[in-house]
């Protein structure tokens, strides 16, 4: 059985860090395609970044050049480094797993629990 737990949300002011981690068990990180979607309340769940399977990465255009996904094959965890911080990446942070490669869609099979991220100006 597949399983995510997220951890590392909280509250920052703008212009901070915050690094979410994705502990993963039930699959092989490797033969997955994997990555962090948001979500606001009354807003549908946004693509932040993801890895491919072939160890590409693709992130939304919002997140560009501040946030930074990787993963550690070894202890089958996620990571996503989140710096300068706006009040608008506040969200419902999540991570996600599929064998099928939906890029930033959010079609994957597989969902953590989410982790909260809160950023006051």
């Known amino acids: 059985q597949v399983q995510l737990v997220e951890s590392g949300g909280g509250s920052v002011q703008a212009g901070g860090s915050l690094r979410l981690s994705c502990a993963a068990s039930g699959y092989t990180s490797t033969r997955n395609c994997v990555g962090w979607f948001r979500q606001v309340p009354g807003k549908k769940r946004e693509g932040v970044a993801i890895?491919?399977?072939?160890?590409?990465?693709t992130y939304g255009n919002s997140v560009k050049g501040r946030f930074t996904i990787s993963k550690d094959n070894a202890q089958n965890t996620l990571y996503l480094q989140m710096n300068s911080l706006k009040p608008e990446d506040t969200a419902m942070y999540y991570c996600a797993a599929d064998r099928v490669q939906w890029l930033l869609l959010p079609e994957y099979k597989y969902w953590g629990q989410g982790t909260q991220v809160t950023v006051s100006s």
């Open positions: 890895i491919d399977t072939d160890g590409s990465t």
